[in-house]
């Protein structure tokens, strides 16, 4: 389950969420909430959103980085 406080936002499901959708199919349903903080909160419920959404879904890529200070370069330089 997904919630969003504004009614029409995207969503995103992280890599594993997506496996796993992937893997169950139609026995997968992704349940977004728009308006979570509102009167009238608005469920949509979409099965199997891996082959329903596919042709909407745009994958981002992630790099993990790793970030030396200054003061560490410094200290360890030859």
Do not use: F
């Amino acid at each position: 389950m997904k919630g969003r406080a504004q009614r029409g936002q995207g969503v995103s499901l992280t890599a594993n969420e997506w496996r796993k959708a992937l893997q169950l199919g139609d026995s997968y349903w992704l349940y977004v909430v728009w308006g979570c903080h509102t009167p009238n909160p608005e469920l949509l419920r979409i099965p199997n959103p891996t082959q329903v959404l596919a042709r909407d879904a745009k994958e981002i890529k992630q790099v993990t980085r790793y970030l030396v200070e200054g003061e560490a370069l410094q200290k360890n330089a030859l």
